[in-house]
Protein backbone atom coordinates (compact mmCIF):
# COMPACT_ATOMS: atom_id res chain seq x y z
CA UNK A 1 0.00 0.00 0.00
CA UNK A 2 1.43 3.12 -0.56
CA UNK A 3 1.29 6.85 0.77
CA UNK A 4 1.29 10.08 -0.61
CA UNK A 5 4.14 12.32 -0.47
CA UNK A 6 2.96 15.22 2.23
CA UNK A 7 1.24 12.51 4.31
CA UNK A 8 4.67 10.74 4.35
CA UNK A 9 6.74 13.13 4.81
CA UNK A 10 5.30 15.61 7.98
CA UNK A 11 8.84 17.08 9.00
CA UNK A 12 9.21 18.55 5.28
CA UNK A 13 5.64 20.54 5.24
CA UNK A 14 7.08 22.07 8.96
CA UNK A 15 10.20 23.21 7.63
CA UNK A 16 8.55 24.70 4.46
CA UNK A 17 6.28 26.90 6.26
CA UNK A 18 9.41 27.80 8.61
CA UNK A 19 11.46 28.82 5.30
CA UNK A 20 8.74 30.93 4.67
CA UNK A 21 7.97 32.57 7.58
CA UNK A 22 11.95 33.72 7.58
CA UNK A 23 11.71 35.48 4.35
CA UNK A 24 8.57 37.34 5.20
CA UNK A 25 10.55 38.59 8.43
CA UNK A 26 12.85 39.73 6.29
CA UNK A 27 11.30 41.51 3.96
CA UNK A 28 9.36 43.58 6.90
CA UNK A 29 12.73 44.52 8.60
CA UNK A 30 13.66 45.73 4.61
CA UNK A 31 10.54 47.85 5.03
CA UNK A 32 11.07 49.09 7.95
CA UNK A 33 14.93 49.82 7.71
CA UNK A 34 14.17 51.67 4.51
CA UNK A 35 14.80 55.61 4.14
CA UNK A 36 12.71 56.34 1.63
CA UNK A 37 9.50 54.18 2.00
CA UNK A 38 7.21 56.91 -0.40
CA UNK A 39 9.96 58.72 -2.87
CA UNK A 40 6.93 60.73 -4.17
CA UNK A 41 5.64 62.15 -0.87
CA UNK A 42 9.25 63.02 0.00
CA UNK A 43 9.75 64.89 -2.77
CA UNK A 44 6.64 67.11 -2.30
CA UNK A 45 7.13 67.59 1.93
CA UNK A 46 10.92 67.16 2.18
CA UNK A 47 12.11 66.41 5.33
CA UNK A 48 13.26 69.06 8.36
CA UNK A 49 16.54 69.99 8.45
CA UNK A 50 18.83 68.75 11.44
CA UNK A 51 18.20 72.86 12.69
CA UNK A 52 14.77 73.07 12.66
CA UNK A 53 12.64 75.07 14.35
CA UNK A 54 8.63 75.75 13.90
CA UNK A 55 9.08 79.19 15.34
CA UNK A 56 11.22 80.62 12.33
CA UNK A 57 9.27 78.92 9.94
CA UNK A 58 6.20 81.29 11.31
CA UNK A 59 8.24 84.50 11.44
CA UNK A 60 9.44 83.35 7.43
CA UNK A 61 5.48 83.41 6.68
CA UNK A 62 4.42 85.95 8.32
CA UNK A 63 7.41 88.09 6.42
CA UNK A 64 6.21 86.74 3.32
CA UNK A 65 3.96 89.21 0.82
CA UNK A 66 1.27 86.99 0.16
CA UNK A 67 0.32 86.67 3.50
CA UNK A 68 -2.51 88.85 5.43
CA UNK A 69 -1.99 88.93 9.44
CA UNK A 70 -4.71 87.92 11.58
CA UNK A 71 -6.24 90.46 12.71
CA UNK A 72 -6.69 91.00 16.64
CA UNK A 73 -10.08 92.45 18.00
CA UNK A 74 -9.61 93.73 21.80
CA UNK A 75 -11.25 92.93 25.11
CA UNK A 76 -14.43 95.08 25.48
CA UNK A 77 -14.12 97.64 28.07
CA UNK A 78 -15.09 96.60 31.37
CA UNK A 79 -18.16 97.91 32.85
CA UNK A 80 -17.60 97.88 36.14
CA UNK A 81 -14.65 100.54 35.63
CA UNK A 82 -16.77 102.43 33.13
CA UNK A 83 -20.06 102.41 36.35
CA UNK A 84 -18.78 101.12 39.51
CA UNK A 85 -22.64 101.47 40.95
CA UNK A 86 -24.93 101.27 38.12
CA UNK A 87 -28.30 101.17 40.37
CA UNK A 88 -27.37 104.49 42.24
CA UNK A 89 -26.78 105.78 38.98
CA UNK A 90 -30.28 104.93 37.76
CA UNK A 91 -31.79 105.75 41.03
CA UNK A 92 -30.63 109.13 40.58
CA UNK A 93 -31.20 109.00 36.81
CA UNK A 94 -35.04 108.58 37.86
CA UNK A 95 -35.17 111.19 40.93
CA UNK A 96 -34.38 113.59 38.57
CA UNK A 97 -37.31 113.19 36.09
CA UNK A 98 -39.86 111.98 38.93
CA UNK A 99 -38.90 114.32 41.57
CA UNK A 100 -37.14 117.92 39.85
CA UNK A 101 -37.07 120.39 42.93
CA UNK A 102 -36.42 117.59 45.65
CA UNK A 103 -39.03 119.14 47.71
CA UNK A 104 -40.40 115.17 48.44
CA UNK A 105 -36.79 113.82 48.39
CA UNK A 106 -36.69 116.37 51.20
CA UNK A 107 -39.61 115.83 53.00
CA UNK A 108 -38.92 111.91 53.71
CA UNK A 109 -35.21 112.14 53.89
CA UNK A 110 -33.70 110.45 57.34
CA UNK A 111 -31.49 113.78 57.53
CA UNK A 112 -33.94 116.05 57.76
CA UNK A 113 -35.08 117.58 61.18
CA UNK A 114 -38.43 118.79 59.63
CA UNK A 115 -39.52 115.91 57.51
CA UNK A 116 -42.59 114.49 57.97
CA UNK A 117 -43.14 111.57 60.34
CA UNK A 118 -45.90 109.56 62.26
CA UNK A 119 -48.83 111.16 63.63
CA UNK A 120 -48.53 114.01 61.26
CA UNK A 121 -51.58 114.99 59.14
CA UNK A 122 -50.60 115.23 55.42
CA UNK A 123 -52.46 116.06 52.79
CA UNK A 124 -51.79 114.06 48.88
CA UNK A 125 -53.29 115.77 46.00
CA UNK A 126 -53.70 113.37 43.33
CA UNK A 127 -53.35 114.18 39.59
CA UNK A 128 -56.61 112.53 38.68
CA UNK A 129 -59.24 112.45 41.45
CA UNK A 130 -59.81 114.06 44.72
CA UNK A 131 -57.11 114.58 47.21
CA UNK A 132 -56.69 112.52 50.25
CA UNK A 133 -55.84 113.36 53.83
CA UNK A 134 -55.31 111.95 56.69
CA UNK A 135 -52.97 110.87 59.97
CA UNK A 136 -49.46 109.35 59.02
CA UNK A 137 -49.48 105.98 60.42
CA UNK A 138 -46.45 104.58 58.47
CA UNK A 139 -43.29 105.62 56.00
CA UNK A 140 -42.09 102.40 54.52
CA UNK A 141 -38.78 102.93 53.09
CA UNK A 142 -36.65 100.05 51.40
CA UNK A 143 -32.98 99.93 49.96
CA UNK A 144 -34.17 102.01 46.79
CA UNK A 145 -36.08 106.06 47.93
CA UNK A 146 -38.24 105.30 44.98
CA UNK A 147 -40.13 102.80 47.12
CA UNK A 148 -40.86 105.06 49.54
CA UNK A 149 -44.55 104.94 50.23
CA UNK A 150 -47.17 105.91 52.88
CA UNK A 151 -50.24 104.87 54.39
CA UNK A 152 -52.96 107.59 55.78
CA UNK A 153 -56.01 106.92 57.63
CA UNK A 154 -58.75 108.92 58.04
CA UNK A 155 -62.99 108.06 58.54
CA UNK A 156 -65.40 109.03 56.07
CA UNK A 157 -68.86 108.68 56.73
CA UNK A 158 -67.86 107.44 60.08
CA UNK A 159 -65.85 104.44 58.14
CA UNK A 160 -62.24 104.70 59.18
CA UNK A 161 -60.54 104.14 55.63
CA UNK A 162 -56.64 103.28 55.05
CA UNK A 163 -54.66 104.16 51.77
CA UNK A 164 -50.83 103.41 50.55
CA UNK A 165 -49.69 106.01 48.33
CA UNK A 166 -45.94 106.14 46.38
CA UNK A 167 -44.50 109.23 46.83
CA UNK A 168 -42.58 109.07 43.56
CA UNK A 169 -45.69 107.85 41.71
CA UNK A 170 -46.40 109.63 38.25
CA UNK A 171 -50.00 109.99 39.61
CA UNK A 172 -49.34 112.05 42.87
CA UNK A 173 -48.80 115.94 42.39
CA UNK A 174 -47.57 116.33 45.61
CA UNK A 175 -47.52 115.91 49.25
CA UNK A 176 -48.01 118.84 51.87
CA UNK A 177 -48.10 118.43 55.93
CA UNK A 178 -51.18 119.59 57.04
CA UNK A 179 -50.73 119.72 60.80
CA UNK A 180 -47.66 118.34 63.06
CA UNK A 181 -47.69 115.48 65.63
CA UNK A 182 -46.21 117.78 68.11
CA UNK A 183 -48.59 120.76 67.46
CA UNK A 184 -51.55 118.94 68.96
CA UNK A 185 -49.42 116.63 71.50
CA UNK A 186 -46.34 114.50 72.28
CA UNK A 187 -43.79 113.03 69.77
CA UNK A 188 -44.82 109.21 68.90
CA UNK A 189 -42.68 106.90 70.30
CA UNK A 190 -43.58 104.20 67.75
CA UNK A 191 -42.21 103.68 64.01
CA UNK A 192 -46.05 102.36 63.24
CA UNK A 193 -49.10 103.67 64.58
CA UNK A 194 -50.84 100.71 63.76
CA UNK A 195 -52.99 101.25 67.63
CA UNK A 196 -54.75 104.13 66.05
CA UNK A 197 -57.10 101.25 64.35
CA UNK A 198 -58.44 100.60 67.91
CA UNK A 199 -61.89 102.48 68.57
CA UNK A 200 -60.28 103.82 71.85
CA UNK A 201 -57.12 105.39 70.10
CA UNK A 202 -58.90 106.60 66.99
CA UNK A 203 -58.32 110.17 66.07
CA UNK A 204 -61.18 110.37 64.07
CA UNK A 205 -61.76 112.41 60.86
CA UNK A 206 -59.31 115.40 59.87
CA UNK A 207 -61.46 117.05 57.47
CA UNK A 208 -61.83 120.24 59.90
CA UNK A 209 -58.35 120.73 60.36
CA UNK A 210 -58.24 120.08 56.39
CA UNK A 211 -60.44 122.87 55.93
CA UNK A 212 -58.67 125.12 58.36
CA UNK A 213 -55.42 124.80 56.67
CA UNK A 214 -56.86 125.25 52.94
CA UNK A 215 -58.44 128.42 54.55
CA UNK A 216 -55.29 129.54 55.52
CA UNK A 217 -53.60 128.93 52.37
CA UNK A 218 -56.32 130.70 50.45
CA UNK A 219 -55.26 133.91 51.73
CA UNK A 220 -55.68 136.09 54.47
CA UNK A 221 -58.18 138.45 53.08
CA UNK A 222 -61.42 135.69 53.23
CA UNK A 223 -60.47 134.97 56.89
CA UNK A 224 -60.47 138.19 58.07
CA UNK A 225 -64.42 138.30 56.69
CA UNK A 226 -65.16 135.09 58.13
CA UNK A 227 -63.61 136.21 62.00
CA UNK A 228 -66.16 139.43 61.38
CA UNK A 229 -68.72 137.41 60.52
CA UNK A 230 -68.46 135.42 63.58
CA UNK A 231 -67.64 138.41 65.67
CA UNK A 232 -71.04 139.93 64.34
CA UNK A 233 -73.17 136.82 65.14
CA UNK A 234 -71.46 136.71 68.12
CA UNK A 235 -72.27 140.63 69.50
CA UNK A 236 -75.81 139.72 68.34
CA UNK A 237 -75.80 136.76 70.06
CA UNK A 238 -74.90 138.95 73.33
CA UNK A 239 -77.45 141.53 72.40
CA UNK A 240 -80.15 138.83 71.91
CA UNK A 241 -78.99 137.33 75.60
CA UNK A 242 -79.36 140.61 77.44
CA UNK A 243 -82.86 141.55 75.76
CA UNK A 244 -83.90 138.33 77.63
CA UNK A 245 -82.16 138.75 80.66
Given at each position: ?????????????????????????????????????????????????????????????????????????????????????????I?????T?????????????????E?????????????????????????????????T????R????????????????????????????????????????????????????????V??????????????????????????K????????
Amino acid sequence: MSLSGPSARPLACLKQALRQCRVERQQWRQYATAEVAYPSLQTRYPLPSPGFRTSQTTKQNRTEVGLKKIPVVPPPRSTTKACPDPIAQITASQLTTLDPSAARTRLFSPTNPERAQVGDILLVRLRSGDPFSGTLLNIRQRHSPIDTAILLRNQLTRVGVEMWFKVYSPSVEGVEVVQRKTAHGKRARRAKLYFLRQARHDTGSVEGVVKQYLRSRAGGPGQRREGRGGQGGGSGKKKGGNRKR
